[in-house]
């Protein structure tokens, strides 16, 4: 039997959301595929200031996930490859919760939302960049219908990292 996935919510990102985004984020667990150390505030003043822009010019961005409560529990969406190296021009889907949110489903139901939002936004395909080790986002990509075109390694981890691709 298929689990129903949970009711989530987007929002542009809030100044205010930096801080909560900061805060959910400053676990280890959580940071382990993204440097492994939690950021400074300033990297989400940034990334959510960043994430305004993307929405008012592209009309998608990372935005704030809310679950049916309206709690932020983390961001899902999509930006454009800023990187100088891996999949240079594309468009990226990507996820990050809060820890005690993980395993019920938020990510996978945000991101069939974001595919339908960045798909009605004129974007033709997307990519999503996951770390080789992630067996959590690996089934994410899984359950979008994604493929693994590319492994790179990344250039100051060392590490492998899978690109995976969807037409939409």
Known sequence: MTRALPVVRFRV????????WHRL???????EFQGGRPAELSVYEELTARQR?????RGFCLWTL???ADEVIG???AQPWERDWGPVGETEIGWRLGRRFWGRGYVT???RQTLERVRAAGVADVVAMVDARNARSIAVTRCLGMRLAETYTTPVSRRKGHCYRLAL
């Open 13 to 20: 990102p809030t100044h205010e959301d930096a801080v909560v």
């Open 25 to 31: 984020f400053a676990d280890p667990e959580v940071m």
């Open 53 to 57: 822009r993307h929405d008012a010019e």
């Open 66 to 68: 809310l679950d049916g």
């Open 75 to 77: 961001f899902t969406g």
């Open 109 to 111: 139901a945000a991101a």
